[in-house]
């Protein structure tokens, strides 16, 4: 995966902690391979605001860039103890919610910041790799793309959205995702189409939902992402 503009590779079982504001990527999974993700705000971590929990053991963590990104490999004891919580969390989720399950969640990610906090890797103090400008400047872009791409976009729109030069958007997409807003965009595309073509459309109405007007530039847009045609796709993995 792809996170504050570095490369992470996780082994069968591995986590990650992402911090909030960062822009992350799953940028490949092996074959077979799932993910699950967690997302939750760090309020519901400080009980309420202003309490000594929230200034003492949430806000230096969370604010300030010095906690992007920590992996937590399955294969070290200390680590391995924040991803059997991660576990119960998804087996949770996984079932029929009740009031008191979703309850039961509350209370386990509350634990489950704590073991983090207990067991958090010596080098997980790096600082951010990205400046705060050029980060709100991608997550403006990024939020573009997310919104606006089963539409007639180019380079120029995407770089208005952060009310910045085609030439800087370019660097930034570069600097920081190693690609171009185009391949970006693109590869959302087709990744946004793998969800439909679990359905009954068309091909082609796929393609137009997607941002593609001609099925045939869909087509060839795919088999050079995904390295197969939507078709074979569809017989594979349906």
Request: with cysteine; charged share 20%; proline share 4%.
């Amino acid at each position: 995966m792809q996170a504050d503009a570095r490369q992470y590779t996780l082994n069968e079982n591995d986590a990650a902690f992402i911090n909030s504001g960062i822009i992350h990527a799953v940028t490949k999974l092996s074959d077979g391979g799932q993910y699950a993700s967690l997302n939750f705000p760090y309020k519901m971590l400080s009980f309420f605001s202003g309490s000594r929990m929230e200034k003492e053991y949430i806000l230096p963590y969370v604010t300030g860039g010095h906690l992007p990104v920590v992996i937590l490999r399955s294969d070290i004891a200390s680590q391995n103890s924040v991803i059997k919580v991660l576990r119960e969390i998804n087996t949770l989720w996984d079932h029929h919610l009740s009031v008191q399950d979703k309850y039961l969640i509350s209370i386990k990610i509350a634990a489950l910041w704590h073991t983090f906090l207990m067991n958090l890797p010596d080098e997980s103090t790096d600082i951010c790799s990205i400046s705060m400008v050029h980060r709100q400047w991608l997550q403006l872009m990024l939020s573009f793309i997310y919104e606006h791409y089963p539409e007639e976009i180019g380079l120029a729109d995407i770089s208005a959205s952060a009310n910045i030069s085609v030439g800087e958007c370019c660097r930034i997409f570069r600097e920081h995702l190693q690609t171009t807003p185009y391949q970006f965009l693109t590869e959302y595309r087709v990744r946004k189409s793998t969800e439909l073509l679990s359905g009954p459309l068309a091909v082609s109405e796929i393609a137009g939902l997607c941002g593609y007007n001609q099925p045939s530039n869909y087509i060839a847009k795919f088999k050079s992402v995904m390295g197969c045609t939507p078709t074979q796709y569809r017989k594979h993995y349906k």
